[in-house]
T-cell receptor, first 116, second 113 residues
Framework: DAGVTQSPTHLIKTRGQQVTLRCSPKSGHDTVSWYQQALGQGPQFIFQYYEEEERQRGNFPDRFSGHQFPNYSSELNVNALLLGDSALYLC???????????????FGAGSRLTVL | DAKTTQPNSMESNEEEPVHLPCNHSTISGTDYIHWYRQLPSQGPEYVIHGLTSNVNNRMASLAIAEDRKSSTLILHRATLRDAAVYYC??????????????FGKGTKLSVKP
């Protein structure tokens, strides 16, 4: 079982550019969540997708958008990059068909974005 | 948002037990208590979760207070590979939909050989 895979692992962009990060969920999982983790901080929830729709969203601006495909994979897009967007972006997958509250997330290793 | 309180850091000696405390005084009756850990340069990893009763798995044990306002993650024999940031999280049930995980800063565990 490959677990959650994310690409690219590292990337460097400049202010104002746009970036797309990709995530393949763990086999058998249908829900994908994205988190942003700044250096020295805990992960912050961005949004969650299942059935190809955004279901929950954290306190992030509209510059952050996403998509989920029929095969459950997902993309995170960030437009008009700011220096403060530099962070580790984590994708986590889960299976919605589980007892609510007991549901466990499987995280990928993340994509490290540096904005210059 | 449901919140937890953890010490910023703890130290342990290798092969000794470690007790990582967490306070969650605002927990509601349907909130599950989850623990994740994050090793350096990796994404968070699930450790254990529980609702009311104490739980054991191959990684750790979770002791939940009777009033559920606190819990303790127990690593029975710490190894160097257990050095990580440990997050205590309340998994909230938002009216039937899956609540997202709300991470705090966690406890950074150092293990000395």
């Amino acid at each position: 079982d490959a677990g959650v895979t994310q690409s690219p692992t590292h990337l460097i962009k400049t202010r104002g550019q746009q970036v797309t990060l990709r995530c393949s969920p763990k086999s058998g999982h249908d829900t994908v969540s994205w988190y942003q983790q700044a250096l020295g901080q805990g992960p912050q929830f961005i949004f969650q997708y299942y059935e190809e729709e955004e279901r929950q969203r954290g306190n992030f601006p509209d510059r952050f958008s996403g998509h989920q495909f029929p095969n459950y994979s997902s993309e995170l897009n960030v437009n008009a990059l700011l220096l403060g967007d530099s962070a580790l972006y984590l994708c986590a997958s889960s299976n919605r068909d589980r007892v609510i509250g007991a549901n466990v997330l499987t995280f990928g290793a993340g994509s490290r974005l540096t904005v210059l | 948002d449901a919140k937890t309180t953890q010490p910023n850091s703890m130290e342990s000696n290798e092969e000794e037990p470690v007790h990582l405390p967490c306070n969650h005084s605002t927990i509601s009756g349907t909130d599950y208590i989850h623990w994740y850990r994050q090793l350096p340069s990796q994404g968070p990893e699930y450790v254990i979760h529980g609702l009311t009763s104490n739980v054991n798995n191959r990684m750790a044990s979770l002791a939940i207070a009777e009033d559920r306002k606190s819990s303790t993650l127990i690593l029975h024999r710490a190894t160097l590979r257990d050095a990580a940031v440990y997050y205590c999280i309340l998994r909230v049930n938002y009216g039937g939909s899956q609540g997202n995980l709300i991470f705090g800063k966690g406890t950074k565990l150092s293990v000395k050989p």
